[in-house]
């Protein structure tokens, strides 16, 4: 049962074009959303979240859109730079839940070309 | 500022070997603790987490074990591995709205 999903496995954008990965959700009771950013053979590292009270969370390049009647959101990379291309994670938190405690989709591999 | 440390980054062994993986936390007391597990094509799972010495709950069902000897100490083993376990294995601790990984190990069962 995938409660968080990244339908895309990959995504492939221009350098200098927005990059939108998605991520759709089934739970309810998630209130908490992060995205994460990893390289090859690294952990990941936090990159920005949101929660459930927002529907917009924006930091520098990368801003995050909650719709929560649709249980989706999108991270959007404007403008997108090599520098991006890693694997993305979304991930999200039960209310009451521990702080570490997230569910999380399979990823969606983003390419950014020169 | 807290970090993380995990080791080995790699490893290879053979089924039915031991495992043991170990993950310390510096700069902060009493951390939530967290293993996390990313088989391949897969996102991360969570195995176990912890709250204090001592005090482990484990997600899913498996072959793995964890414990927590010590504050900053968690430890991720097996008795006899098998080809299904290997992945890319990674420690978390939690604070504040999120939670903040290792280096990760990537095991491999031959």
């Known amino acids: 049962d995938q409660q968080v999903k990244q339908n895309s496995p990959s995504l492939s954008v221009q350098e200098g074009r927005i990059s939108i990965l998605n991520c759709d959700y089934t739970?309810?009771?998630?209130?908490?959303f992060l995205w994460y950013k990893k390289y090859p053979a690294e952990g990941p590292t936090f990159l920005i979240s949101i929660s459930s009270i927002k529907d917009k969370n924006e930091d520098g390049r990368f801003t995050v859109f909650l719709n929560k009647s649709a249980k989706h959101l999108s991270l959007h990379i404007v403008p997108s730079q090599p520098g991006d291309s890693a694997v993305y994670f979304c991930a999200a938190r039960a209310g009451g839940t521990s702080y570490g405690k997230l569910t999380f989709g399979q990823g969606t591999i983003l390419t950014v070309h020169p | 500022s807290q970090t993380i440390h995990q080791w080995p980054a790699t490893l290879v062994q053979p089924v039915g070997s031991p495992l043991s993986l170990e993950c310390t936390v510096e700069g902060t007391s009493n951390p939530n603790l967290y293993w996390y597990r990313q088989a391949a094509g897969r996102g991360l799972q969570l195995l176990f987490y912890?709250?204090?010495?001592?005090?482990i709950s484990s997600e899913v069902p498996q072959n793995l074990s964890a414990s927590r000897p010590q504050d900053r100490q968690f430890i991720l083993s097996s008795k006899k591995l098998l080809l299904s376990d290997s992945g890319f294995y990674l420690c978390?601790?939690?604070?504040?709205?999120?939670?903040?990984f290792g280096q990760g190990t990537r095991l491999t069962v031959v």
């Open positions: 978390a601790w939690g604070e504040d709205t999120e939670a903040f």
């Open positions: 739970n309810s009771m998630f209130d908490y």
């Open positions: 912890s709250v204090g010495i001592g005090q």
